[in-house]
T-cell receptor
Framework: QQQVKQSPQSLIVQKGGIPIINCAYE??????FPWYQQFPGKGPALLIA?????SEKKEGRFTISFNKSAKQFSLHIMDSQPGDSATYFC??????????????FGQGTILTVHP | NAGVTQTPKFQVLKTGQSMTLQCAQD?????MSWYRQDPGMGLRLIHY???????DQGEVPNGYNVSRSTTEDFPLRLLSAAPSQTSVYFC?????????????FGSGTQLSVL
């Protein structure tokens, strides 16, 4: 039973494009929605995170859009660069104050940005 | 500042062998966790710990054992390796709550079980 479904599996864009990665979840108890970025041979690193009390959060070129009623959230990368080529994971948690490091991850999206 | 250190980086085992994957963090984080990463399945939680002496199971705990005797160390033991345990294993430590929460991952251990 997949608690979070991520799409697409892979994505290719040109430099300057705006890739969008989507995640859908079922459990309405989830209240913490981070995105992690992973480069080959490295561990994932936190990119940006959102709580369900806001519908959008921006950090630099990265934006999370959150739709509570649809139980979906998305990552948008503005003005994408070849250096953004990586695998992106969404995650969910029933965190309350903290998730204690217990995240449920999506399947991952391999993003390639061509120069 | 080393962060989260995992050893070894690569390991090949034969079916039935046992081994311990080491994980150490130098950030004084309370929470530590082990994940495995398989193609098309994302990362799945194996075990986690909320402090020294306190551990609990995650989504896929079978075949694995953990203990946490100190804040810094959180080793993962494979009791009797099986080919299904071929995977990349990541240890993470974390702190905080709300949107300030952040998991710090090690660089992983690639394990092959023949």
């Amino acid at each position: 039973q997949q608690q979070v479904k991520q799409s697409p599996q892979s994505l290719i864009v040109q430099k300057g494009g705006i890739p969008i990665i989507n995640c859908a979840y079922e459990n309405t108890a989830f209240d913490y929605f981070p995105w992690y970025q992973q480069f080959p041979g490295k561990g994932p690193a936190l990119l940006i995170a959102i709580r369900p009390d806001v519908s959008e959060k921006k950090e630099g070129r990265f934006t999370i859009s959150f739709n509570k009623s649809a139980k979906q959230f998305s990552l948008h990368i503005m003005d994408s660069q070849p250096g953004d080529s990586a695998t992106y994971f969404c995650a969910v948690a029933n965190a309350g104050g903290t998730s204690y490091g217990k995240l449920t991850f999506g399947q991952g999206t391999i993003l390639t940005v061509h120069p | 500042n080393a962060g989260v250190t995992q050893t070894p980086k690569f390991q090949v085992l034969k079916t039935g062998q046992s081994m311990t994957l080491q994980c150490a963090q130098d950030m004084n984080h309370e929470y530590m966790s082990w994940y495995r990463q398989d193609p098309g399945m994302g990362l799945r939680l194996i075990h986690y710990s909320v402090g020294a002496g306190i551990t609990d199971q995650g989504e896929v705990p079978n075949g694995y054992n953990v203990s946490r005797s100190t804040t810094e160390d959180f080793p993962l033991r494979l009791l009797s390796a099986a080919p299904s345990q071929t995977s990349v294993y990541f240890c993470a430590s974390s702190y905080g709550g709300g949107t300030n929460e952040k998991l710090f991952f090690g660089s992983g251990t690639q394990l092959s079980v023949l």
